[in-house]
């Protein structure tokens, strides 16, 4: 592991000091803008030769008898050749950047012209591809990227085009091979921010574009891990409680964490979660949920833009980066279906447990001393039930309770599309998605069903689109409880009595060694236990688009949605919660919590964009876009009890609400509303300019400031198009850029800056109810900013098989909402303020090499590297007071404490210098630097930071022929990771239950040993210490994809166009330097799919 890390350290050192410290990454192409009026064509040729690298080779002579009107704006090489050449008898062909131009011949006739159309990068076929014969479409690719001409003349020449690749422009031949540029080189032209489309060579912001390909490439269980497994910035947090759990929605990041703990989350020890992206699809905003729901068949490019200059426009919602999704448009031509169906496979992953047999665990028990007493009768007793228990041993009763609650998962996944259109501009699409995961425990799993309808239309000069959307997902938990239940059991025991019957209980219930008796968690299960959560949107967006002339667009959108949601929790009488309810409680018993809530947004949005080039060399972007949006929610919870019958469990079964309860709710309204301007200046197609404002309001603030600017400012240089670089060849592009950004975040509570209040419904004078203030206003609070600078290099060399990025950034936030200490006279010890500010910065570096690109063998790989630091510069009285209690507490897990000069994510324990050998017990380092056997809380000090040195991905793409495979490796380098299972399941482990096999095999057990762990007959609490915080190194195997396209002949009486083969897995394998428990509460699990995918 070391050497990889310091291989890119290298390889990173030596790219920066070989271009003077800069990084590039613009387009393989260049874009023509210039007019001509009358001009000859050799004055021409000559303009575009200063405008981009290609040279012209022609014969002065014939070519100067033709003149040439054209003006030309962004266009390709190609699309500028056909324009300028237009009916003059002239034939060119493209060779690298030479461009040879010849005077046209009469030709013959070629009686068949068969052709290819393939994918550069991965050789695969290229279908529904647009084949023109000098200008005219005469034909579109089948499933194996092959079309034939009939009665070709032999000077034509063939234009191939495909949405989302680069036009190739090529001379027919009796047999004709096209390569398309992939779909993320095409897309490096234009950053989608999903306001405004910007030209890539004259973008100054961070961006990373990801096409609907790579999707299916490194497909994982959701979107949300599919984009992990692809780029790294997008940071998925692993959430070892949950680990694999279907249900569980990740905490995703962009360049760190931002925010600060209220007091309250401080003294409950949680850690706030409010640094998620914003996420907007098709131009409007949707929640990380509906995200990880979504049909990934039907999206057509993902960007993320990461820094200052790319997000400003977005104003207050775009300090924690933004995630453009771009669905695919219906696309032109008669009917086609596409249908890909998937078996899923979910498998347990307990590599991370080793809990000992029941022989083991029965010694240990032994060993430690709980079979001794001070008292006669209480060790005969200890010693019957050691006689009792080894009976069981020996008649081979060795329970492995970590695969009962446990299954292999069987789900399935459906994709349907259907999409055409005809000649008259009408555009049609509808879509369906089924997808269920059956998840590891036992009863588990994930179900969602979406269905949309797009249409579009054009004529003329507009365009009107519209996409409806209907999405329902159905959650159900697993009976079974918490995993970390089964784990502690111990195998001895078994499952069913004498008669076949699940035990509620294991042993009497009075027994000496248990008080009480422990449970069965398997009991509960054969209850009629329900525990569910439904979810279903529905949303319409409505698109029309006008274009008066070329250089300007007005465009309008409007969103409509509405979701509706309910939770439902029942437990029935005989269920273990209520095992010790006396009998006056009896009618108690049963519990049903159920929660219902609906939400509705609107988003409105007009945008009007102007592009103009001057004089050849001044070319001219701006946009101006007005935005006002609204969402409110409510959510009702009722609880009931008294369910004396399972069978009963309909709300209105109850027999009362619950003890001293009632139903509670809340509400929720914010609206908001912007006018956003952008101007972008390029010059000579070698300096650009970026500059942005935004005016932002939203209700969540006071009224004193409700609106705030933000706005951003960036340049570049495109160093490729200076005259000093023609000559040298093995650089292709070159650029510089930096900006400098203020932007914002509205991730808090609607009602912060308000005075609220409740009623005392419990007592009423009269008619009346009292009422009591709940938190003061502040009509001075305002938003969160967020300073964002950014330097990056982006460079594509030899021939562009190389290409790295590397950017360089410093974000600090300022004005964070936290909590301030009040006098007491006030009434409330504190009040919501702008008082935090934190700092987050680190490197960026990417590198992508095309190993082998021939007509049957591709094979590229990509790398990327990030690291990332962070530091709270400032933070209010309130949490620092917070923080001093918290320092009092004892505990074997360390408290989430903030403060000063340290980092959000920073472990602060005592200094241990490890376990004596002498006696077995652990040896501290207090404050002032001397040994001690006695543990202190104040002695703490930053043990360790959890923010990996290093962290990134390593992804390979080959294919060869019909075959391609596709792997994505992660890794973390060197972050320090508190292990939590060496605290709570060897040292602190309770003898009386399974425990971890290190207990067993490397607790100090007489002077002399030297060992990790401290004396098996100590059974103190294990207090939180450095020996527990452990360095980490892991190496993830995250996706790996094997595909086969069946031979055309296969499948031709199939009629269809296309069919593949496709075997996919996630988390094939993760190698770690440290051993921990993972998926404590749900287990974390491998995943396997067998797919089909077939076009008609």
């Not at 279906?337 to 590599?351: I, M």
Request: glycine share 8%.
């Amino acid at each position: 592991m070391p050497n990889k890390r310091v291989w890119f350290l290298g390889l990173f050192l030596y790219f920066l000091a070989g271009v003077s410290g800069m990084v590039s990454a613009q387009e393989n192409r260049d874009r023509i803008t210039l007019e001509a009026k009358n001009e000859q064509l050799p004055s021409v040729f000559k303009k575009i030769e200063k405008l981009s690298r290609y040279k012209f080779i022609f014969d002065y002579e014939e070519v100067s008898k033709f003149r040439t009107t054209v003006k030309l704006s962004n266009a390709s090489i190609g699309e500028a050749l056909r324009k300028i050449i237009g009916q003059h008898p002239l034939r060119y062909t493209i060779n690298d950047y030479f461009i040879n131009i010849v005077v046209g011949k009469s030709e013959g006739l070629l009686a068949e012209v068969k052709g290819k159309v393939l994918f550069q990068d991965d050789g695969t076929p290229v279908l529904g591809a647009s084949v023109k014969l000098d200008g005219r479409l005469v034909a579109t690719t089948d499933a194996g990227g092959c079309f034939t001409l009939r009665n070709v003349s032999s000077g034509s020449y063939l234009d191939i085009s495909y949405i989302g690749m680069q036009d190739e422009h090529l001379k027919v031949s009796p047999l004709v091979n096209a390569y398309l540029k992939t779909a993320v080189e095409a897309l490096d032209n234009v950053v989608v921010t999903g306001i405004f489309r910007k030209n890539k060579e004259s973008f100054t912001g961070a961006v990373s574009t990801i096409d609907s390909k790579q999707l299916k490439s490194f497909k994982g269980r959701s979107l949300i891990s599919t984009l992990k497994n692809i780029d790294p910035t997008f940071n998925v947090l692993e959430n070892n409680q949950f680990g694999g759990d279907p249900n569980h929605l990740a905490s995703v990041q962009i360049r760190g964490t931002s925010s600060l703990p209220t007091v309250e989350d401080l003294k409950n020890e949680t850690r706030v979660d409010i640094n998620t992206p914003l996420i907007i699809l098709d131009g409007f905003e949707i929640s990380l949920s509906r995200m990880q729901d979504m049909n990934d068949e039907d999206i057509e490019s993902i960007t993320i833009l990461k820094d200052g200059s790319a997000t400003a426009i977005y104003g207050s919602r775009g300090a924690n980066g933004v995630i453009v999704i771009q669905s695919k448009r219906p696309e032109i031509g008669k009917l086609r279906v596409s249908y890909r169906g998937a078996l899923q496979l979910e498998v347990p992953d307990l590599t991370g447990y080793d809990v000992l047999n029941a022989r083991e665990k029965l010694q240990l028990e032994l060993d430690g001393g709980l079979y001794k007493s001070n008292f006669a009768n209480m060790e005969m007793r200890l010693r019957e039930r050691y006689n009792s228990m080894l009976e069981n041993v020996e008649r081979g009763v060795d329970t492995y309770w970590l695969s009962k609650p446990l299954r292999t998962g069987v789900g399935h996944r459906h994709n349907l599309r259907l999409e055409g259109g005809g000649s008259e501009g009408f555009r049609y699409a509808a879509a369906m998605q089924y997808n269920d995961v059956k998840g590891v425990m036992k009863g588990s799993g994930r179900n969602t069903f979406s269905a949309n309808i797009d249409l579009m239309y054009e004529q003329n000069k507009l365009l009107f689109s519209n996409n409806l959307e209907i999405l329902h997902s159905s959650a159900d938990e697993s009976p079974y409880g918490s995993f970390s239940q089964y784990v502690q059991l111990n195998p001895y025991w078994t499952e069913r009595d004498a008669n076949g019957n699940i035990l509620k209980e294991f042993e009497n219930r009075n027994d000496t060694f248990f008080n009480p008796a422990p449970e069965n968690p398997l009991y509960n299960a054969t209850l009629d236990v329900v525990n569910k959560q439904r979810s279903t949107a529905i949303s319409n967006n409505f698109n029309v688009e006008w274009r008066p002339f070329e250089d300007f667009t007005l465009r309008s959108r409007f969103s409509l949605a509405k979701r509706f949601n309910s939770r439902d929790l029942f437990k029935p009488a005989a269920h273990t919660d209520f095992k010790d309810y006396s009998e006056d409680q009896i009618f108690r018993k049963g519990k049903y919590q159920y929660s219902t809530g609906n939400g509705m947004n609107y988003d409105l949005s007009i945008t009007a964009n102007y592009a103009h080039t001057f004089n050849q060399k001044h070319s001219l972007y701006a946009g101006l876009n007005f935005n006002v949006a609204e969402s409110s929610s409510e959510l009702y919870t009722f609880v009931m009890e008294g369910f004396p019958q399972s069978n009963y469990k309909q709300l209105s079964m109850a027999l009362q609400y619950e003890d001293k309860g009632k139903p509670t709710g809340n509400e929720a309204l914010d609206r908001r509303v912007g006018i956003t301007g952008n101007v972008n200046y390029i010059y000579d197609n070698r300096y650009f300019a970026d500059f942005a404002y935004r005016v932002d309001g939203a209700s969540q603030f006071g009224k004193n400031r409700r609106f705030a600017p933000f706005y951003s400012a960036g340049l570049g240089w495109n160093i490729h198009k200076e005259k000093i670089m023609q000559g040298v060849k093995w650089i292709n592009r070159l650029k510089l850029r930096g900006s400098y950004a203020v932007t914002g975040a509205v991730n808090f509570s609607p009602y912060q800056a308000l005075g609220t209040y409740e009623f005392y419904t419990a007592d009423r004078y009269r008619y009346w109810f009292g009422t009591r203030l709940m938190g003061l206003a502040n009509e001075d609070l305002e938003w969160q900013r967020t300073d964002k600078f950014d330097v990056g290099i982006e460079m594509d060399v030899l021939d562009s098989r190389l290409r790295m990025v590397v950017d360089l950034y410093r974000n600090t936030t300022d004005n964070l909402l936290s909590e301030m200490n009040l006098p007491l006279a006030n009434g409330f010890p504190s009040y919501t303020a702008n008082i935090g500010k934190v700092r987050n910065q680190g490197m960026e570096l990417s590198l992508t090499a095309n190993i082998f690109r021939r007509n049957d063998l591709n094979w590229s790989l990509s790398a990327s590297m990030i690291h990332e630091t962070n530091k709270i510069l400032k933070i209010s009285e309130a949490l620092k007071q917070a923080n001093r209690e918290l320092e009092k507490r004892g505990g074997s897990n360390p408290n989430f404490l903030y403060r000063e000069g340290g980092s959000l994510r920073t472990i602060y324990v005592v200094p241990s210098y490890g376990i004596d050998p002498s006696n077995g017990m652990e040896l501290y380092r207090d404050k002032d630097g001397n040994a001690t056997y006695i543990w202190n809380a104040s002695d703490r000090v930053a043990c360790g930071v959890e923010d990996p040195k290093f962290r990134g991905n390593i992804n390979s793409m080959l294919s060869y022929k019909n075959w391609s495979m596709n792997v994505s490796f992660s890794y973390r380098l060197g972050g320090d990771i508190y292990n939590s299972t060496l605290v709570n399941r060897v040292e602190n482990a309770d003898l009386h239950y399974n425990v971890d096999r290190r207990v067993y095999e490397e607790r100090w057990r007489k002077p002399g040993d030297h060992t990790f762990f401290k004396n098996i007959l100590d059974r103190r609490q294990t207090q939180m210490s450095s020996r527990f915080v452990q360095r980490e190194y892991t190496l993830e195997c995250q996706s790996l994809m094997l595909k086969y396209d069946l031979p055309k002949q296969w499948i031709a009486h199939l009629h269809a166009q296309y069919v593949s083969l496709a075997f996919s897995t996630d988390n094939l394998f993760r190698l770690s330097s440290i051993k921990q428990e993972r998926g404590t509460s749900y287990p974390f699990s491998h995943r396997y799919s067998f797919s089909l995918s077939v076009i008609f």
